[in-house]
Structure formats: structure tokens, C-alpha cells
DNA sequence: AAGTCACGCAACCGCTCCCCT
DNA sequence: GAGGGGAGCGGTTGCGTGACT
């Protein structure tokens, strides 16, 4: 298919916005909303074009966007959040209220990046990593992992997006499309091999988990998030276990594979709360 | 004081995804 | 199912600024 030029057009200004530009759109922005972005510049009587109108909505003059140093804790939740998701700078933002990818990334690239090689013990690559799990997940049957960089992704994305949304629609059928999709977005099949009835090795999404459908435990198929590193470390997998032992419980909604991952750096006291949750 | 270097950030580019026809 | 077009995302670039010589 073609691709649409951008900012190519004569005419269209590119470089840093000035003052009056921003006003412009924060009005126009605030009166008509952002429905269309290729159209906004025109409407608006902005030489820009959309994508760089967008851009700039997004990261700068949006009202809720929260500006200054990250706080510790911040910091934190993006290591942890990276190391689970890699460099899905949108998917980290999403958990990070004010904050934009691009921010982030920036965030990433110039302070976490340095600092984190400075502490390679603190980050182990995801080489180690895949390392110290493979006996964790021989033990817990998974016995083929992702390829790295997720090869195959791409091709199960899609269905397993349809998969989820069929799954959702029949377990949850007041579920919101917004949330369905953004359940998808975060997640991706863990693949495990499992032996088919005709001894045959498939890959399927494990279906040792009970059939209680959440968003996250779709008909007892273990989902992770869309592009993480395809291993966990040895305490997540902990976690993983115990989540496994205590299939009953009720883990609703993504929050459950947030603390799983992201609360995983306090593993000890996530370990906690997911049992004492799951135990009645 | 002037020149150079390094760093941080805003913005751009190009690609993929997704929706619509 | 195929193709077109818009939106979104991640990688990269380039400019501004402060530190250093």
C-alpha cells in the first residue's frame, strides 16, 4: 500500500513549535477535539501536519501530562516495566500516569540505559536470564519458549488478538471493546508444547491453569504480555508458580499480570499478596 | 572569553497496525 | 480478501545548552 507523505508537502513547517503555534492547537484541540489528525492542521490553520501535530499534543501540551524528574519510584517501575515489555515505550507510558513514551524513552536512553550498564549485575540480559529459567520451565512443562526477538510474534498476534476478543466476548459480554483491546495489546502467548492426541508437538497456550476465563487466564491459557523478554526471572517465576497452585483464585483483570511483573521486583511481598488472596 | 565537547530533549522519519470500503 | 488511508509506535536525528578546556 502507499504511503501517505508526511510533512513533505511544500508548504509544511518542520523544526521546533513556536509559542502562538501551540496555542493554536491547544484552542482548536480544546473546542473540536483531535478526530481526525490529518485533517486538524488544516482546520486549525496550522502549517504542520498531523503527525506533528499529534506528536506535539501528546507530549507537550496535553493537560495532564506531568513534567520535571522522574521520582525514584518512577524510575523503578520503568526498569521493571522494561524488563518485562522491552521497548514498549507506549506500553510502559500506560503505566505511568503523565508521563509520555517518548518521554520515557528519552528517559531510557540517556539515564537508565548508562545506569543500568554501570549495574549489570542488578539487569541481567536477557541471554542470562533465559539461562538461569530454562530449568524453571522444564519443571513446569514449558519445554519451547518464544524465539527471541519473538519471531513468530507477528504471525500470532493477530489471531491471538481475535482468540482473546472471542474468549472475552463469551466469558465477560459486558466486557468494553476499550478494554478487551487493551487487554490484547498487553499480552501475547506464553507458547508451550504440549502433546496433541496424536502424540504430535503443538504449540499451544498452556492449558494447565483452570478454565476460569479472565482477560488474563483466557479459557486457561497463560498470557503474557505482547513482546516481553521471553523469559522470567527465577522469583516472577516463582510468582508464576504460585499463581499455578492457586488456579482459583479470582485474578480479574490485567492487575493480576501487573503485579505479577511489575510488582515482581517486591517479590517476596507479592508472593504474599497473591497467596493470601488466593487462600481463603 | 572563546572554542569544543557531551548531553538531554523535542521533533522527525519510516514502519506496522488497524479500520474501513 | 485486497487495498487504501489514518493512527500509533519505536528508532533516530539534530539543535540547544551547559560543562569543560
Known amino acids: 500500500m502507499g504511503r501517505t507523505p508526511c510533512c513533505q508537502k511544500m508548504g509544511l513547517k518542520k523544526g521546533p513549535w513556536t509559542p502562538e503555534e501551540d496555542r493554536i492547537l491547544i484552542s482548536y484541540i480544546h473546542q473540536h477535539g483531535h478526530h481526525n489528525w490529518r485533517a486538524l492542521p488544516k482546520q486549525a ?3 504542520r501536519c498531523g503527525k506533528s501535530c499529534r506528536l506535539r499534543w501528546i507530549n507537550y501540551l496535553r493537560p495532564d501530562i506531568k513534567r520535571g524528574n522522574f521520582t525514584q519510584e518512577e524510575e523503578e517501575t520503568i ?10 515505550w507506549s506500553a510502559i507510558a500506560a503505566r505511568l500516569p503523565g508521563r509520555t513514551d517518548n518521554e520515557i524513552k528519552n528517559f531510557w536512553n540517556t539515564h537508565l540505559k548508562k545506569k543500568l550498564h554501570d549495574q549489570k549485575t542488578n539487569y541481567p540480559s536477557p541471554t542470562s ?6 530449568h524453571y520451565y522444564s519443571s513446569i512443562g514449558i519445554s519451547k519458549l518464544p524465539n527471541t526477538p519473538l519471531d513468530t510474534e507477528n504471525q500470532t498476534t493477530q489471531s491471538f488478538k481475535h482468540m482473546v476478543q472471542s474468549q472475552v466476548e463469551v466469558s465477560h459480554p459486558q466486557a468494553q471493546p476499550s478494554s478487551i483491546s487493551a487487554a490484547t ?3 501475547h502467548t506464553l507458547v508451550i508444547k504440549e502433546e496433541d492426541h496424536e502424540g504430535n508437538n503443538n504449540n499451544v497456550v498452556a492449558s ?3 478454565s476460569t476465563s479472565t482477560k488474563n487466564n483466557v479459557g486457561g491459557k497463560i498470557l503474557l504480555p505482547k513482546k516481553a523478554p521471553t523469559v522470567l526471572d527465577g522469583s516472577t517465576s516463582l510468582l508464576l508458580d504460585n499463581f499455578m497452585n492457586n488456579n482459583n483464585n479470582n485474578n480479574e483483570d490485567l492487575e493480576f499480570w501487573y503485579n505479577l511483573f511489575v510488582k515482581a521486583g517486591d517479590n517476596h511481598q507479592a508472593c504474599m499478596e497473591m497467596h493470601s488472596s488466593a487462600t481463603p
Not at 536470564?129 to 530454562?134: D, I, P, S, Y
Request: hydrophobic share 35%; net charge neutral.
Open 45 to 47: 490553520g496550522l502549517l
Open 79 to 88: 526498569i521493571n516495566l522494561h524488563r518485562i515489555l522491552g521497548n514498549r
Open 129 to 134: 536470564m533465559e539461562t538461569t529459567n530454562k
Open 185 to 187: 495489546e498487553e499480552m
Open 208 to 210: 494447565s491453569i483452570s
